[in-house]
C-alpha cells in the first residue's frame, strides 16, 4: 500500500510539473509585430503591418523544441499607412476580408536546424484555402519581466509565401506586383 501511494504522488507530481511547463505562452500585443514585404513593379518594396494578431506558443521544453504555436490574424487589420490601398486589400481582389474575416496559422511540426533555431511547418488558412507552409523561428530567449516578475520569452518568425497560393490579388500580375510575399514576427510571449 505504501509504495502504491508512493507510485501514485509521483505520478502526481509528474502531472502537476508536465501541465505547468506546458501551459501557453500567450502573445504580447504592444511588444509584437506581424509585417510582410512585397515587391511593386519590380522595382520597390511595399511594406505593412497586420495590427490586430493574437499568438499562442505551447512547449513541454524549455527550449521550445517542441513548441506547437498557432495564430489569428483579423485579416481587417491589414495597414501600410495608405488609407486607399488598405481598403483595396481589404476588398474582394485581396483578402476579402468581411467574407473571410481571419487568417490562421497551426502548426504541424518543428525540427532544429541549430541553437535556438527552427524549421517551423504548418497550416495556413487564407481566404477559405489551407496551404502547407515552411518559416523559420528563432527563440531569442526567457528571461523574468522585471515588474510582474512573471516569464517572457521572445521569438522572431521568417518566411516567405506565395500569394497566389491563397487566391490574393490574383488580377494582378507577378510584374505589377510581386508573388512572393515575406513575412517577418517579431514577438515577446508571457505564460
Excluded at 506558443?57 to 498557432?70: L, M
Excluded at 487589420?77 to 481582389?93: C, Q, Y
Excluded at 511540426?109 to 495556413?124: A, C, R, V
Amino acid at each position: 500500500m505504501k509504495k502504491a501511494g508512493l507510485i501514485l504522488s509521483a505520478f502526481a507530481m509528474l502531472v502537476l510539473t508536465a501541465f505547468t511547463v506546458q501551459s501557453p505562452w500567450k502573445s504580447d500585443p504592444p511588444h509584437s509585430e506581424l509585417g510582410f514585404s512585397i515587391t511593386h513593379m519590380g522595382i520597390s518594396d511595399v511594406t505593412g503591418t497586420f495590427n490586430d494578431f493574437t499568438a499562442t506558443v505551447s512547449s513541454s521544453k524549455e527550449d521550445f523544441s517542441d513548441a506547437v504555436v498557432e495564430a489569428t490574424i483579423n485579416a481587417a487589420s491589414i495597414n501600410t499607412r495608405v488609407e486607399a490601398r488598405d481598403g483595396h486589400l481589404k476588398g474582394p481582389d485581396f483578402f476579402d476580408a468581411e467574407k473571410y474575416p481571419q487568417i490562421t496559422f497551426k502548426s504541424t511540426g518543428i525540427k532544429s536546424i541549430g541553437k535556438g533555431k527552427y524549421k517551423l511547418t504548418g497550416n495556413l488558412s487564407a481566404k477559405g484555402i489551407t496551404k502547407i507552409v515552411e518559416m523559420e523561428l528563432f527563440y531569442r530567449g526567457t528571461i523574468e519581466h522585471p515588474q510582474t516578475k512573471k516569464p517572457v520569452a521572445g521569438f522572431k518568425l521568417s518566411g516567405t509565401i506565395k500569394r497566389s497560393d491563397f487566391g490574393i490579388g490574383s488580377a494582378f500580375p507577378a510584374p505589377m506586383l510581386g508573388d512572393e510575399v515575406a513575412i517577418t514576427v517579431n514577438a515577446e510571449f508571457q505564460q
